[in-house]
């Protein structure tokens, strides 16, 4: 198994121009410091391949450094496993990531826009010239303003598009 290892760092020790530095890691320590050059030709090499940095025969564990993280594993692996199945898992964080996004945006509506009132000017307008009655069957009660074209469809708030219409008259239009 290939696990991340947050505890594992390379400590610097000396001066300046005399610096080493030795990896450390869930309690074990390296056994040999690399020199400056050295550290700096590892640090380039890693953001290619992985570099295996520490191997402990007593617990059969190996400690790999790619691209700035560092990994232990225990089953073997050579570098280019390594490699192979730390792409893997970064691809399959990306295929989880992309899915999770396009879940949301499905789950996410667009609000929808408030429905503008019918001006009282347009409503008076409409009562006197359709007389104060339903323009289907010419009843008095439960009269509504009914869309001649819906506001879904691109209708309007205008006189135009406006009739009275009883409340029977008005849900057997639609």
């Known amino acids: 198994m290939l696990r ?6 390379f400590e610097k020790h000396g001066a300046l121009i005399f610096s080493r530095y030795r990896f450390v890691a ?3 320590e390296a056994r040999r410091s690399l020199s400056r050059a050295e550290y700096g030709r590892l640090r380039r090499r890693q953001t290619e391949t992985p570099v295996c ?5 007593e617990r059969r564990r190996a400690w790999w450094l790619f691209n700035d993280s560092v990994y232990f594993e225990d089953d073997g692996y050579d570098a280019e496993e390594v490699k192979a199945l730390l792409l893997a898992r970064e691809a399959q964080k990306q295929r989880r990531l992309k899915r999770a996004l396009a879940m949301l945006q499905q789950t996410e509506m667009p609000p ?6 019918i001006a009282g000017e347009v409503k008076r307008f409409v009562w006197r010239r359709d007389g104060g009655r339903c323009v289907g069957c010419g009843g008095q009660e439960r009269l509504e303003f ?17 009739q009275i219409l009883c409340e029977a008259c008005n849900r057997e239009k639609g």
């Open 4 to 9: 991340k290892d947050q505890n594992a760092a």
């Open 26 to 28: 869930s309690g074990v």
């Open 112 to 117: 929808t826009p408030a429905r503008e009132a």
């Open 146 to 162: 009914d869309h001649v074209i819906p506001l879904a469809m691109g209708g309007s708030n205008t006189a135009r598009n406006l």
């Open 53 to 57: 940095v520490l191997v402990d025969e």
